[in-house]
């Protein structure tokens, strides 16, 4: 039987009233490279693993500036639980707080079946910055199944709906030419900033395989594919350092 564990947490001005890491995700406060704080995710166990049930809540309340990132990548394994395991994430944003949600890489190695999915809820003047990067198996490994999807509502109507599957329990088709095109690595970071309503960003090319696309609302999402962790991490680096006027990691 598989692990069931949630971590939680609230931030609140300059504190943070909820600090909660359960199971294999351990949770600390670390310094900020900047203003407004930062909490640094630390695998505990190995994880997640076949019928694992893993969550993450983080609440931002209004005028709260609030970092998330992790000590190193999640790797997605076997395990002897039965179906696939799941990764949950809620993001709730307050009004004036902003969140820059940027985990390391989340690599679904051979074997492996991960379904995540993370729900963003953002008041009308918050501001979001979300990186997710995936790879598809170790090095020089064929690739587990992995299921993304990421959804995103503000001022309580949707902004963005998106999912992709792909490995060996997904689809037929994922590794063709509409889809991956045999990368392994496949990222996008979405930036939501009031900021955008009176000068949106234009869309492009960031070379032959990442673009940026303006929403409609005050918000760019980037998507990329890569050959590997390292491509794929330069991409979303000169992407941000575009949007956002530097990495900012």
């Given amino acids: 039987m598989g692990i069931e564990a949630t971590a939680r947490i609230v931030a609140e001005g300059t504190g943070l009233p909820v600090l909660a890491g359960d199971g294999p995700i351990a949770l600390r406060r670390t310094r900020s490279h900047g203003t407004g704080l930062r909490v ?43 179906g696939p395991a799941r ?4 993001l709730d944003v307050g009004e004036e707080a902003e969140l820059r949600w940027l985990p390391e890489q989340l690599i679904a190695a051979r ?40 959804t995103v509502h503000r001022a309580g109507r949707p902004l963005l709906d998106t999912e992709l ?22 990222g996008q970071l979405l930036v939501v900033d009031p900021a955008f309503d009176d000068k949106p960003p234009e869309p492009r090319l960031l070379g032959l395989t990442a673009v940026i ?18 491509a794929l991490r330069r991409v979303l680096d000169e992407a941000q350092e575009g949007l956002l006027g530097g990495p900012h990691r």
């Fill in 165 to 186: 599957a792909c490995g060996p329990g997904a689809p037929a088709g994922w590794d063709g030419p509409a889809v991956l095109a045999g990368h392994r690595a496949v």
């Fill in 87 to 90: 990764y949950d994430i809620a």
């Fill in 213 to 230: 696309t303006p929403l409609a609302g005050p918000a760019a999402l980037v998507t990329a594919l890569a050959q590997d962790a390292l």
């Fill in 40 to 82: 640094t995710m630390v695998g505990a166990m190995s994880g997640p693993l076949g019928g694992d049930r893993l969550a993450v809540d983080a609440t931002v309340r209004d005028g709260t500036h609030l970092t998330v990132d992790s000590a190193a990548a999640t790797i997605a394994l076997p395990g002897h639980g039965p």
């Fill in 111 to 150: 074997g492996s079946d991960l379904r995540t999915h993370t729900r963003v809820r953002l008041a009308a003047g918050a501001r979001l910055l979300l990186r997710e990067e995936q790879i598809l198996g170790r090095y020089g490994e064929e690739p587990g199944t992995l299921t993304t999807r990421l």
